[in-house]
């Protein structure tokens, strides 16, 4: 087994349960590992013997459009298309962080933690 880990994935989304979360936006940061067998490509260093991290990436980016009101919700579906996107991972596991969230303090960020593994 081998990890792949994608750091600091950084967006602007609109997830929230305030309506004003929802019209105007905030940061968010994502960092997702999954783990997989990297021995083949490791051996063959080719491109289709591994999980392309651009397709990972993309599969958070587009997670992340879609509007949600919980972050819990957002990872739910993260974590659910990288298995039924991606037949050689065996484990995902997602963090979804909400930066400066409007919870009336000083906290640099929100983050939940969410992990699935293939049945």
């Known amino acids: 087994m081998g990890v792949i880990k994608l750091k600091n994935i ?3 989304s609109y997830h929230g349960c305030l309506i004003e979360e929802g019209k105007i936006g905030s940061d968010y940061t994502v ?4 783990k997989t067998n990297l021995q083949k490509s490791a051996e ?3 491109l289709l013997d591994t999980v392309d991290y651009v397709h990972l990436n993309k599969i958070v980016a587009e997670e992340m ?4 009101h ?5 990872a ?6 990288v298995l039924a996107e991606i037949e050689t991972v065996e484990k995902t596991t997602v963090w979804v962080s909400k930066v400066n ?3 009336g ?3 640099e960020s929100v983050t939940i933690k969410m992990t699935e593994i293939r049945k």
């Open 10 to 12: 950084r967006t602007f």
């Open 31 to 34: 960092d997702l590992k999954i």
């Open 44 to 46: 063959t260093d080719h």
């Open 65 to 68: 459009a879609i509007r949600s």
């Open 70 to 74: 919980l972050l819990e919700h957002v």
């Open 76 to 81: 739910k579906r993260i974590n659910i298309r």
């Open 101 to 103: 969230p409007p919870i």
């Open 105 to 107: 303090g000083d906290v």
